[in-house]
C-alpha cells in the first residue's frame, strides 16, 4: 500500500511538476530578483512549517515512507545552519528586517540542541541524537554568521561557535595523533628490519 501512496501517478503535484519537467521545466529569466524572491519564500515556508525555530529537512510531494507522510518533515540542524548565512544575507539584499530575525531564531534553535561535547547531532529531529562533524561544521558557519550580525547579544553565538570549534579540533588532533603514532610504528618495524636483516 505503502508503494502505491508513493507512485508520482497518483500524487496529482508530483504528477503534474514531472510533466513540467519533461516538458522544459519552468521559462529562464534573466532577471534573478524573481528567482531569489522565490528561493527565500520557500526557505521561509519551511522554517515556519516546525514548531521549533529550525528549518524542515525537506518537502515531499509523495508519501515519505519514513516519516509516515507528505510534506514538510523534520527540523534538521544541517539544513538550518547553513541557512542561517543565507537568511542575513538575503536580508541585507533585500531590506527585509525580519529574515535577520529568522536566522537569529535558528540560530538560537541550534544552540538549543547542541550537544554536550560541542558537536552538532546528525539526524532529524525526534531520532536519537548522534554526533555529526559534516552538521558541526555548517552550523559553526551559522553561529559565525549570527555572531557577526548580532552585535551586543552575540555572546551566545560565539560560546556555541567555539564549543563546535573545540569539537572538531580534538577529533582532527585524535585523528592526526592516531595517524602520526601509525606512521611511527610502521617506521619503526622498518628500522627493525633493517636492523636484524
Known sequence: ????????????????????????????????????????????????????????????????PYFGRRGWQPSYPETTGYTIPTLYGAARRLGRAELSARAERAARWEIEIQLPTGAVRGGVIGEPPTPAVFNTGQVLLGWLAAFEESGEGGGAFADAARRAACYLGELTLRARGRDALQSADRLGARGRGRATG
Not at 508503494?3 to 532577471?31: C, K, M, Q, V
Open 1 to 64: 500500500m505503502r508503494s502505491i501512496r508513493t507512485h508520482p501517478l497518483l500524487n496529482p503535484t508530483a504528477f503534474a511538476e514531472g510533466w513540467r519537467e519533461r516538458l522544459g521545466g519552468y521559462p529562464e529569466d534573466p532577471d534573478h530578483e524573481p528567482h531569489l524572491l522565490a528561493a527565500i519564500a520557500w526557505l521561509v515556508r519551511a522554517q515556519d512549517a516546525t514548531p521549533d525555530g529550525g528549518i524542515s529537512r525537506a518537502f515531499s510531494l509523495a508519501w515519505h
